[in-house]
């Protein structure tokens, strides 16, 4: 008898012959053609078969659930780990904007320092910050009004240095 099953390579005869559902359907063709027959001494046996084939079919189903179990577990694991990545990425974003919200902050005191002056604050005086450190930029009429702009930055809480590159200009 030759069929679709003869003319497949040995190894995929035995691979589709050892399926759960190729043993069931074999069991349950086998069961209906004895059923037909009239056999009834038979019944016994093809009970059994279908017991065991039953029975074979729930031992994959469990095994089935337990896999489909454990990966679930490992999916809510990787989203807790994920969570947690994002929660530190999210604090990192958090600490930089308080850096640069600081930094703001230093500046507009350092500015306003500057224009509480009254030697200062009729002059234009760049005032940048970057990290704690502040640079101060444009003209100034003298040398101690420099120096004095220098120290009312430098006062200011949360600077961490100075960098003064305010020119002195003679009129």
Same mark, same amino acid.
């Given at each position: 008898?030759?069929?679709?099953?003869?003319?497949?390579?040995?190894?995929?005869?035995?691979?589709?012959?050892?399926?759960?559902?190729?043993?069931?359907?074999?069991?349950?063709?086998?069961?209906?053609?004895?059923?037909?027959?009239?056999?009834?001494?038979?019944?016994?046996?093809?009970?059994?078969?279908?017991?065991?084939?039953?029975?074979? %079919?729930?031992?994959?189903?469990?095994? #089935?659930?337990?896999? $489909?179990?454990?990966? =679930?577990? *490992? &999916?809510? @694991?990787?989203?807790?780990?994920?969570?947690?990545?994002?929660?530190?990425?999210?604090?990192e974003t958090t600490a930089q904007m308080g850096d640069f919200i600081d930094d703001a902050a230093i500046t507009a005191a350092v500015s306003a320092r500057l224009a509480g002056d009254p030697d200062l604050?009729?002059?234009?005086?760049?005032?940048? %910050?970057?990290?704690?450190?502040?640079? #101060?930029?444009?003209? $100034?009429?003298?040398? =101690?009004? *420099? &120096?004095? @702009?220098?120290?009312?930055?430098?006062?200011?809480?949360?600077?961490?240095?100075?960098?003064?590159?305010?020119?002195?200009?003679?009129?």
């Amino acid at each position: 008898m030759n069929n679709d099953i003869d003319q497949l390579p040995e190894q995929a005869q035995r691979r589709t012959l050892m399926t759960p559902a190729f043993r069931i359907a074999t069991a349950a063709a086998l069961a209906l053609t004895l059923a037909a027959c009239g056999q009834p001494e038979q019944d016994a046996t093809i009970g059994q078969k279908l017991d065991t084939a039953i029975a074979a %079919t729930e031992k994959k189903a469990d095994e #089935l659930g337990e896999r $489909a179990e454990a990966t =679930a577990d *490992r &999916a809510q @694991a990787n989203a807790a780990e994920a969570t947690r990545d994002a929660r530190v990425s999210a604090g990192e974003t958090t600490a930089q904007m308080g850096d640069f919200i600081d930094d703001a902050a230093i500046t507009a005191a350092v500015s306003a320092r500057l224009a509480g002056d009254p030697d200062l604050s009729a002059i234009k005086i760049d005032v940048d %910050t970057r990290d704690g450190k502040v640079t #101060l930029s444009g003209p $100034a009429p003298s040398e =101690a009004a *420099r &120096a004095r @702009a220098a120290e009312l930055a430098i006062s200011v809480k949360g600077v961490l240095g100075i960098d003064n590159q305010l020119v002195v200009t003679s009129s």
